[in-house]
T-cell receptor, first 114, second 114 residues
Framework: GAGVSQSPSNKVTEKGKDVELRCDPI?????LYWYRQSLGQGLEFLIY????????KSGLPSDRFSAERTGGSVSTLTIQRTQQEDSAVYLC????????????FGSGTRLTVV | AQSVTQLGSHVSVSEGALVLLRCNYS??????LFWYVQYPNQGLQLLLK??????LVKGINGFEAEFKKSETSFHLTKPSAHMSDAAEYFC????????????FGKGITLSVRP
């Protein structure tokens, strides 16, 4: 597609439930990043996929968070047993190869845990 | 590891006034530096980037930033603010190489008064 598409745009879930957030990258973009944006905290790196390499999971805050990228394209971020502190905007960004200059961000998924 | 400091969380200027948003970075190797803008309910959009070429970088919407190695700064400026500039602005740093990622500051909200 022309841009990075994220779904859903908004998600309200009850504490303790699992949620899945989806990112559809720009066609051909081999690198995909997930960031979390919390109020007043800026953007926090979560996980990075590059081609067929093992993902960099160093930013995942706990083992309740996981992500996968199927076929080098669509990525899903899963949060198990959600907590109120998980409430944030989750942003996906993709770029072509190692071109650090060309990040394209999606509009994000706003997650609210009640 | 690299880091970014954006002092203050909110800046307010009058329409037509100078905009100055400060960013200081820390990096053990030559950095790449970026400014992103986020309008309400939208994803991040790249304003400009420094990639070791010219130290004065011009971006979109009349913004520019100057890389000053001696001051480890990359402040964003615009000579004359417009109402449409009201948004949140993020400074980010990265370094070259595979598996690198953007590290963001906490962001600054710019308000423009009529």
């Amino acid at each position: 597609g022309a841009g990075v598409s994220q779904s859903p745009s908004n998600k309200v879930t009850e504490k303790g439930k699992d949620v899945e957030l989806r990112c559809d990258p720009i066609s051909g973009h081999t690198a995909l990043y997930w960031y979390r944006q919390s109020l007043g905290q800026g953007l926090e790196f979560l996980i990075y996929f590059q081609g067929n390499s093992a993902p960099d999971k160093s930013g995942l805050p706990s083992d309740r968070f996981s992500a996968e990228r199927t076929g080098g394209s669509v990525s899903t971020l899963t949060i198990q047993r959600t907590q109120q502190e998980d409430s944030a905007v989750y942003l996906c960004a993709t770029l072509l190869g190692y071109d650090l200059y060309g990040y394209t961000f999606g509009s994000g998924t706003r997650l609210t845990v009640v | 590891a690299q880091s970014v400091t954006q002092l203050g969380s909110h800046v307010s200027v009058s329409e037509g006034a100078l905009v100055l948003l400060r960013c200081n970075y820390s990096s053990s190797v030559p950095p790449y530096l970026f400014w992103y803008v986020q309008y309400p309910n939208q994803g991040l959009q790249l304003l400009l980037k420094y990639t070791s070429a010219a130290t004065l970088v011009k971006g979109i919407n009349g913004f520019e930033a100057e890389f000053k190695k001696s001051e480890t700064s990359f402040h964003l400026t615009k000579p004359s603010a417009h109402m449409s500039d009201a948004a949140e602005y993020f400074c980010a740093v990265s370094v070259s190489g595979a598996n690198s990622k953007l590290t963001f500051g906490k962001g600054i909200t710019l308000s423009v008064r009529p």
